[in-house]
C-alpha cells in the first residue's frame, strides 16, 4: 500500500514535539510502522525508554547507500492563540497543510516515508530521522551510530529549499557574550559600572562593525539583579552564520577589551555541495548557486557518515520555517516525492 504523503503530514504535525519533549519519542513510534519486510528498521533509546533515533536500511545492503535524513523536533509556537489556525491541527485547506513542522520538516520527513516505500526492492536507499536538531542537532551523532557497518554515498536532507537543489548552508556559531561592572545604588550610578550599558556598546560595535560573520542575531539576553540597583554584570547570546569555511566568527569577539568572557555554545561548520564532484554530474543534479542561511543536521552527519557529499532538496518554503502560521502546499509534497523516487532511481543505475 502506498504512502499519502498529505495524510502522513498532518498525522505527524498533530503530534506536538518540540525539541526535547515527549512528543519526538512520539513521532519517531509513528514512523515505527510505516515500513515494510523490504527495510530493517533500527531504533537509538534514551535512558526513559523514549525513542532518540530511526534508521531504516535495505533488509539486504548493496553497495553505497542513497541516505535521506530529516528530523522530526520543532520549534515552539509561541502564543497559540496567535495563529489563524491552530498550530498542531494539521489542517487541509487552500491547496496546503496548515501547522508547527509543516515546513520545517514534517513534510519533508513523510516525502522520505513515501519516496521510499515507492523504491523497488533492492534500492540502495537508507533513511535516518533524528531528534533536538532545533537545539544544535544534538541527536544526529548519536542516530548516526544506527548507520555503523554501512556505506553512506550521497546524503539527502529534506529541509525546506522551495522544492530545487541549493549548493548548501552556512555554518553556525553560538556564543553566550559577558560584560562584568560595579554594582552601586541606583540613585548614584556615578559609583558604579554599568553591566548592561557596557553590553549595549558591544552589540552595538559588532553589528557596525564586526567581523568574521555573513550574518549575527542576538537571540537572547540578561542582567542586572534588581531596577534600583547599577548591574554588575550582563550576557547575551548572539547566533553567527557564514559560509566561509576557514572563518572564526568568534575570534573578533574574543579581541573585545570590554567583554569579561566569550562563551562557545555551538560551532557547526557550512556544507556546501561541489557541482563538478563527478557523481553529482553523474546524477544529473544541478544545484542552485545559493546557500540557505539555517543550520542542518547534515554538519554533523557528514563527518559522522565519512560523506561529504550532500544534497540538500525539500518540499518547504524557506522563508516559512520557524514562522506563526507556518504551511506548505500540497503540490509540493507531491513533487517532493516524485524528485526523491526519481533519485533514488537515478543512484540504482548510476
Known amino acids: ?7 502522513l503530514t498532518r498525522r505527524l504535525v498533530r503530534i506536538p514535539s518540540v525539541s526535547g519533549s515527549p512528543g519526538e519519542s512520539d513521532v519517531l513510534e509513528l514512523l515505527l510502522g510505516t515500513f515494510d519486510d523490504r527495510y530493517r528498521v533500527r531504533t537509538l533509546r ?10 531504516v536500511v535495505p533488509a539486504v545492503p548493496t553497495g553505497p547507500l542513497m541516505v535521506f535524513t530529516g528530523h522530526v523536533d520543532v520549534v515552539p509556537t509561541g502564543d497559540p492563540d496567535a495563529w489563524a489556525r491552530p498550530p498542531f491541527s494539521g489542517d487541509l485547506t487552500d491547496g496546503r497543510v496548515w501547522g508547527r513542522g509543516t515546513t520545517d520538516m514534517k513534510g519533508g520527513v513523510a516525502a522520505i516515508v513515501a519516496s521510499l516505500d515507492a523504491a523497488p526492492a533492492g534500492s540502495a536507499v537508507a533513511a535516518l530521522f533524528t531528534v533536538e536538531e532545533e537545539t544544535g542537532s544534538r541527536g544526529a551523532a548519536d542516530a548516526a551510530t544506527l548507520l555503523d557497518g554501512l556505506d553512506t554515498g550521497l546524503l539527502v536532507v529534506a529541509e525546506p529549499t522551495d522544492g530545487r537543489v541549493v549548493r548548501g548552508h552556512r555554518g553556525v556559531t553560538w556564543l553566550r557574550v559577558v560584560t562584568d561592572g560595579v554594582a552601586a545604588h541606583g540613585s548614584a550610578p556615578h559609583l558604579g559600572r554599568n553591566a548592561i550599558s557596557g553590553l549595549t556598546r558591544v552589540l552595538d560595535r559588532a553589528a557596525a562593525e564586526g567581523t568574521g560573520w555573513d550574518t549575527l542575531n542576538v537571540g537572547t539576553i540578561g542582567g542586572g539583579t534588581a531596577v534600583n540597583v547599577v548591574p554588575d554584570l550582563a550576557w547575551a547570546r548572539v547566533d553567527l552564520r557564514t559560509t566561509d569555511p576557514l572563518a572564526d566568527p568568534a575570534a573578533w569577539w574574543r579581541e573585545q577589551p570590554d567583554l569579561a568572557a566569550v562563551e562557545p555554545e555551538l560551532a557547526l561548520p557550512a556544507v556546501l555541495l561541489d557541482p563538478d564532484d563527478p557523481e553529482v554530474v553523474r546524477l544529473g543534479i544541478e544545484p542552485d548557486d545559493r546557500v540557505v542561511g539555517y543550520f542542518t543536521d547534515a554538519a ?16 518547504g518554503q524557506t522563508d ?4 506563526r502560521d507556518e504551511s506548505v502546499a500540497v503540490d509540493a509534497l507531491h ?12 543512484w540504482d543505475h548510476r
Do not use: F, K, Q, W
Open 335 to 346: 513533487r517532493a516525492v516524485a524528485d526523491y523516487t526519481d533519485l533514488i532511481t537515478r
Open 46 to 55: 534514551g535512558p526513559d525508554g523514549g525513542l532518540r533515533a530511526v534508521a
Open 1 to 7: 500500500m502506498s504512502t499519502d504523503v498529505v495524510d
Open 300 to 315: 554533523v552527519l557528514t563527518g559522522a557518515l565519512g560523506c561529504d557529499r550532500v544534497v540538500l532538496l525539500g518540499p
Open 320 to 323: 516559512l520555517a520557524h514562522r
